[in-house]
Nanobody, 124 residues
Framework: QVQLVESGGGSVQAGGSLRLSCQYS????????MGWFRQLPGKEREVVAG????????TYPDSMKGRFTISQDKSKNAVYLQMNNLKPEDTAMYYC?????????????????WGQGTQVTVSS
C-alpha cells in the first residue's frame, strides 16, 4: 500500500514560483514511478513530470519541459515539483501519484496510487 500527501499549493502571481511536496509511505524495496499530474478545470488529468524511485531518472512531456522540475529526497520520503515562471494557464489541481515501474513514468496507466491533490492558482 502506498500513501501520498501533497502540500505546497496556493495562490501566486504570474511569473512567480511554487514548490509542491509529496510525502509518501511505500515499500522501499520496490522501484516506483513517482509522478505529478494536474487537472485543469473542465479538462482531463495530464502528466507533468515523472521520476523513478531507484536511480532518480526524471522525465517530462515536451509541453512541460523548462519550467517544471521534479526531484526526490528519499531520506525524507518526499517528492517535489518545483514550478517556475508560473502562468495563469497553470492554474489546476496538482496530484502526486505512484505506481510500480512497468510501462514508464509518463504513462498514466502506470500509476495506481493518488494523493488528494493540492490547488495551484496563478493570477495575471
Amino acid at each position: 500500500q502506498v500513501q501520498l500527501v501533497e502540500s505546497g499549493g496556493g495562490s501566486v502571481q504570474a511569473g512567480g514560483s511554487l514548490r509542491l511536496s509529496c510525502q509518501y509511505s511505500r515499500d522501499p524495496t520496490v522501484v516506483y514511478c513517482m509522478g505529478w499530474f494536474r487537472q485543469l478545470p473542465g479538462k482531463e488529468r495530464e502528466v507533468v513530470a515523472g521520476i523513478s524511485s531507484g536511480i532518480g531518472h526524471t522525465t517530462y512531456p515536451d509541453s512541460m519541459k523548462g519550467r517544471f522540475t521534479i526531484s526526490q529526497d528519499k531520506s525524507k520520503n518526499a517528492v517535489y515539483l518545483q514550478m517556475n515562471n508560473l502562468k495563469p494557464e497553470d492554474t489546476a489541481m496538482y496530484y502526486c501519484a505512484a505506481g510500480v515501474l512497468s510501462r514508464g513514468c509518463l504513462v498514466p496507466k502506470t500509476y495506481s496510487y493518488w494523493g488528494q491533490g493540492t490547488q495551484v492558482t496563478v493570477s495575471s
